[in-house]
């Protein structure tokens, strides 16, 4: 647990490396944190497994319906209201 609070997004500043490597990501776990309503994942094309779990969300990720490849979403205890529709469509989930 760490406690990290506010917003989370992990953007690439320009197209080189860190473009590749967020792109490599497969797994990410930012569970028992403090984060609140903004989470912008841009760049993880073959993310498969996104655990946000135990946040303070209250809204689904921005653009989480661009993660095509994205098998298992956690957002256990977010409280996350309103509509779940930018999800519907992720067919691997």
């Excluded at 661009?66 to 256990?76: G, K, M, P, Q, T």
Aim: net charge positive.
């Amino acid at each position: 647990m760490n406690h990290l609070g506010r917003n989370v997004g992990l953007c690439p500043t320009s197209k080189t490396n860190s473009t590749l490597l967020l792109s490599s990501v497969q797994k990410l776990n930012l569970s028992h944190n403090r984060f609140t309503n903004l989470v912008h994942l841009p760049g993880f094309s073959n993310l498969q497994v996104l655990n946000l779990s135990h946040n303070e969300l209250r809204v689904l990720p921005s653009r989480v319906e661009n993660l095509a490849r994205l098998e298992h979403l956690d957002l256990s205890s977010c409280n996350i209201l309103g509509s779940l529709e930018p999800i519907a469509n992720l067919r691997s989930l």
